[in-house]
């Protein structure tokens, strides 16, 4: 889809998708910027949260439809053991996150790309780039 370099992409989490198609001003106004620059990152996983968030036919054609619009990065094999890994250790530390975000962490990671998420618990993955917006 675009030329633009991994650093520049930012993987846009589902929250923010949610808001978005919701018609919210904050999420409206950073996709039509990430748009814009064709910076917006999607993955399996934010592609399956989003989707199964339909309530109707109509609104799961819809969803598919416009998530098909945007960059995709699939998950690769050594994503669900870093994300395991990540998991397991945040677990031993005593805080617990959503195995999926685990993923999508493991996901940004690799690809050294900004996560994009309203969700506080991002901020405690270590290593990770991550850009809190307002819900």
Same mark, same amino acid.
């Given at each position: 889809?675009?030329?633009?370099?991994?650093?520049?992409?930012?993987?846009?989490?589902?929250?923010?998708?949610?808001?978005?198609?919701?018609? *919210?001003?904050?999420?409206?106004?950073?996709?039509?910027?990430?748009?814009?620059?064709?910076?917006?990152?999607? &993955?399996?996983?934010?592609?399956?949260?989003?989707?199964?968030?339909?309530?109707?036919?109509?609104?799961?054609?819809?969803?598919?439809?416009?998530?098909?619009?945007?960059?995709?990065?699939?998950?690769?094999?050594?994503?669900?053991?870093? #994300? #395991?890994?990540?998991?397991? *250790?945040?677990?031993?530390?005593?805080?617990?996150?959503?195995?999926?975000? &685990?993923?999508?962490?493991?996901?940004?990671? *690799?690809?050294?790309?900004?996560?994009?998420?309203?969700?506080?618990?991002?901020? *405690?993955?270590?290593?990770?780039?991550?850009?809190?917006?307002?819900?």
């Amino acid at each position: 889809m675009s030329n633009a370099p991994t650093a520049e992409r930012v993987l846009v989490d589902t929250s923010v998708w949610v808001d978005f198609f919701r018609n *919210r001003p904050a999420a409206v106004s950073l996709i039509r910027e990430l748009a814009e620059d064709h910076r917006a990152v999607i &993955c399996g996983t934010i592609l399956q949260e989003t989707l199964q968030g339909a309530k109707t036919e109509k609104e799961l054609a819809f969803l598919r439809a416009q998530m098909s619009l945007w960059h995709f990065e699939a998950e690769l094999p050594e994503d669900f053991t870093a #994300a #395991a890994g990540l998991y397991a *250790r945040l677990r031993w530390a005593g805080v617990t996150v959503p195995p999926a975000d &685990c993923l999508i962490t493991a996901v940004a990671l *690799r690809r050294d790309s900004v996560l994009c998420s309203p969700d506080a618990h991002f901020e *405690r993955m270590p290593d990770l780039k991550f850009h809190r917006v307002s819900a």
